[in-house]
Nanobody, 118 residues
Framework: QVRLVESGGGLVQPGGSLRLSCAAS????????MNWYRQAPGKQRELVAS???????DYTDSVKGRFTISKDNTKNTVSLQMDSLKPEDTAVYYC????????????WGQGTQVTVSS
């Protein structure tokens, strides 16, 4: 199993930036996709960004141009650079490891709080 631990959350003003980090206990080289999800109070969990084992990235429309997902296979870490933050970005952000359609496992981190407020 892959154990995931998020860090880097906090309080930031609108227009500011944060960089979230996800540290994996094992190798993420062969994981089908590493993802960042978020869940705001009263809302469903949504997929924010993903990066596949071949480096393809994708983002939900609301964060395109502002967020960047990346991973370092040698350090077994996944990052989410968040720029031009908005109050509606406020949520608990979760790191996720997805095994793919043939091995549909999901591993989750504990979450890290991001609050965007004046």
């Amino acid at each position: 199993q892959v154990r995931l631990v998020e860090s880097g959350g906090g309080l930031v003003q609108p227009g500011g930036s944060l960089r979230l980090s996800c540290a994996a206990s094992g190798s993420i080289f062969s994981v089908y996709a590493m993802n960042w999800y978020r869940q705001a109070p009263g809302k469903q969990r949504e997929l924010v960004a993903s990066i596949t084992n071949i480096g393809k990235t994708d983002y939900t429309d609301s964060v395109k141009g502002r967020f960047t997902i990346s991973k370092d296979n040698t350090k077994n870490t996944v990052s989410l650079q968040m720029d031009s933050l908005k109050p509606e970005d406020t949520a608990v952000y979760y790191c996720n490891a997805y095994g793919g359609p043939l091995r549909p496992y999901n591993y989750w981190g504990q979450g890290t709080q991001v609050t965007v407020s004046s």
